[in-house]
Nanobody, 123 residues
Framework: QVQLVESGGGSVQAGGSLRLSCALSGVSVSSVCVGWFRQAPREERAAVATIDPFSVTNYADSVKGRFTISKDNAKNTLYLQMNSLNPEDSATYYC?????????????????WGQGSQVTVSS
């Protein structure tokens, strides 16, 4: 059974930083694509960043240069370092795992999901 358990998140002022973590079980981050999505109120859940088994990363244009996705294969844990946060980054963030080593930005391609972590950025 695939499980993803998130930690981190919280509230921060604009310009600040936060780090999200996602501990996986039942699937290895060294074998499949994993990533982060976010969903703001009244908006669709959208991809933020992905990382494949070879550590090739992809980012949404809105977070390039500010967010960094990484993983620790030994701990089977995924991370999202978020810097230079702005109010538009406020959302619930979800980690996700795909049953493939190929990454996409399509929500429907991901079958395993974390419980969600709230990130609130105030101006």
């Amino acid at each position: 059974q695939v499980q993803l358990v998130e930690s981190g998140g919280g509230s921060v002022q604009a310009g600040g930083s936060l780090r999200l973590s996602c501990a996986l079980s039942g699937v290895s981050v060294s074998s499949v694509c994993v990533g982060w999505f976010r969903q703001a109120p009244r908006e669709e859940r959208a991809a933020v960043a992905t990382i494949d088994p070879f550590s090739v990363t992809n980012y949404a244009d809105s977070v390039k240069g500010r967010f960094t996705i990484s993983k620790d294969n030994a701990k089977n844990t995924l991370y999202l370092q978020m810097n230079s946060l702005n109010p538009e980054d406020s959302a619930t963030y979800y980690c996700a795992a795909r049953g493939s080593n190929r990454c996409t930005f399509r929500r429907s391609d991901y079958s395993g999901w974390g419980q969600g972590s709230q990130v609130t950025v105030s101006s």
